[in-house]
Nanobody, 124 residues
């Protein structure tokens, strides 16, 4: 059974940084693509960043240059380093896993497995 557990969320001021982690278990981690998604109140869940099984990444335009997704296959852990945070980054952040090709990394419907989320709040 696939389990994904996010951590690292919190409250920061605008311009601050956070690093989210997602611990994965129950499957062959290095054979799956992984993604970070976020959902703000009243909005659709949107793709933030994705990384395929080869380590190739892609990002939403809104976070390019500020966020970095990475994975440690030895630790079965996914990371999202978030710098220069803005109030509009405030949301619940979710990690996801699935057999997803690079072209579809940012599409939530391509992922079969989701964590429970971790809240990120950025104040101005």
């Amino acid at each position: 059974q696939v389990q994904l557990v996010e951590s690292g969320g919190g409250s920061v001021q605008s311009g601050g940084s956070l690093r989210l982690s997602c611990a994965a278990s129950g499957y062959t981690y290095n054979r799956y693509s992984m993604g970070w998604f976020r959902q703000a109140p009243g909005k659709e869940r949107e793709g933030v960043a994705g990384i395929d099984m080869y380590g190739v990444t892609r990002y939403a335009d809104s976070v390019k240059g500020r966020f970095t997704i990475s994975r440690d296959n030895a630790k079965n852990t996914l990371y999202l380093q978030m710098n220069s945070l803005k109030p509009e980054d405030t949301a619940m952040y979710y990690c996801a896993a699935g057999s997803v090709s690079y072209s579809w990394l940012m599409l939530r419907r391509q992922y079969d497995n989701w964590g429970q989320g971790t809240q990120v709040t950025v104040s101005s």
